[in-house]
């Protein structure tokens, strides 16, 4: 069975949605059952693709399109580009790693599309509201046209549910978690972190969006070192691709006066990435609203001490094995008390929540999927 993961996607540095696209194609390949996975990303995305990822395995092929990184060029090259490329490779299913806008009638085989969330419903501000109007045109449309739906999570499922009940009940859909598999990486540190880098360290991972929820986060690190109740020399990491709040954390971290504190990292890779996990003091997500949480299930791998907002995905993932604080009232307060004494505590056993997603289980669900659809 043939795989083409259509990922083309803006961003110039790798994101949630390119790890999805790796990490599928990283299952897919260690089924017998499947002959060759093809990762179609622009022309832009490819080297980060041959180079951040762990994608060592012969059966996968990443095929680089090169047109303008413009929505107009991106949407047409889905619209009849796309086509072009399947009729030309022929694979047995086409999935696209994000919901974008396609004809199915150009399409020979089925298409499966990932609903990771309903941000352009539910969270808008996070592309702007024009922005997210054509979102929900494009969410509209895959939705529609393709032939099954995974879902990252229970808790997207339930959200798809609640705006497309009709879409839902004549589809075929599925959840299948994302995987977290760091086997074969060897932690290497950053090379953003100079000299002999050996600072305690807070961890947050996540793209710079209004949803994350990173400027509660830098507020608390603040309070926390004002307060005492930190250590000065202890770091906050936050590793993310820039996004519409990057102007806005940057000039905070100014107005802080945290300039030595706050470390902004992207473009690392997953030795790198492996490395902060192992050496941090304590990973952090604060979001509002998440359709899944790579990084969150990253951590608990590594069985980070973890502290994160009391939303209903995070309890889907975490389960017992994190510190939640809530988002209500004075929430830079509940964050740093969380923070807080979560530093102070004893982890006397490690989690073994990472167990529900495991790279061999996610590849035997998805593999059946195709198979039911075929």
Not at 9 to 28: D, I, K
Not at 125 to 131: A, D
Not at 264 to 287: K, T
Not at 297 to 318: N, W
Request: glycine content about 4%.
């Amino acid at each position: 069975m043939h795989i083409l993961i259509a990922v083309l996607h803006r961003p110039s540095q790798p994101t949630g949605v390119c790890r999805h696209a790796a990490n599928l194609a990283r299952c897919l390949a260690d089924l017998d059952q499947i002959s060759q996975v093809t990762l179609v990303t622009g022309a832009w995305q490819k080297t980060y693709f041959e180079t951040a990822f762990a994608l060592s395995s012969p059966k996968i092929k990443i095929f680089g399109i090169d047109i303008k990184n413009s929505s107009i060029s991106r949407n047409l090259w889905f619209l009849f580009g796309l086509p072009r490329v399947v009729k030309q490779l022929a694979p047995n299913i086409v999935h696209l790693a994000f919901p974008l806008p396609f004809l199915k009638s150009r399409f020979p085989c089925p298409v499966v599309a990932t609903i990771h969330d309903l941000y352009a419903y539910q969270f808008p501000e996070n592309f702007g509201y024009r922005q997210a109007l054509f979102n929900r045109l494009f969410f509209q449309q895959c939705i529609q046209s393709s032939d099954g739906l995974t879902c990252a999570s229970k808790a997207t499922l339930g959200d798809l549910k609640d705006y497309f009940p009709e879409v839902v009940s004549r589809k075929k859909t599925s959840v299948i978690y994302n995987f977290v598999d760091f086997e074969q990486v060897a932690a290497k540190r950053p090379k953003a972190l100079h000299g002999n880098f050996d600072a305690p360290t807070i961890l947050c991972v996540g793209q710079h969006r209004k949803n994350k929820n990173i400027d509660l986060l830098i507020k608390a690190y603040a309070l926390l070192r004002n307060t005492g109740r930190l250590n000065e020399a202890t770091r906050l990491i936050i590793v993310g691709s820039s996004g519409p709040e990057t102007d806005t954390l940057v000039h905070l971290i100014q107005e802080l006066s945290l300039e030595n504190s706050v470390l902004l990292l992207s473009a690392i890779d997953d030795n790198e990435l492996c490395w902060l996990y192992q050496n941090c003091q304590l990973f952090v997500i604060a979001s509002a609203l998440e359709g899944f949480c790579i990084p969150l299930v990253e951590a608990l791998y590594f069985s980070c001490k973890v502290v994160c907002s009391d939303i209903p995905i995070f309890r889907e993932i975490g389960l017992s094995s994190c510190s939640y604080f809530d988002l209500a009232g004075d929430a830079v307060k509940s964050l740093a008390q969380s923070i807080d004494h979560t530093l102070e505590s004893v982890v006397l056993n490690k989690s073994d929540v990472h167990l529900r997603f495991l790279k061999s289980a996610i590849a035997t669900q998805f593999l059946q999927f195709y198979s039911e659809l075929m």
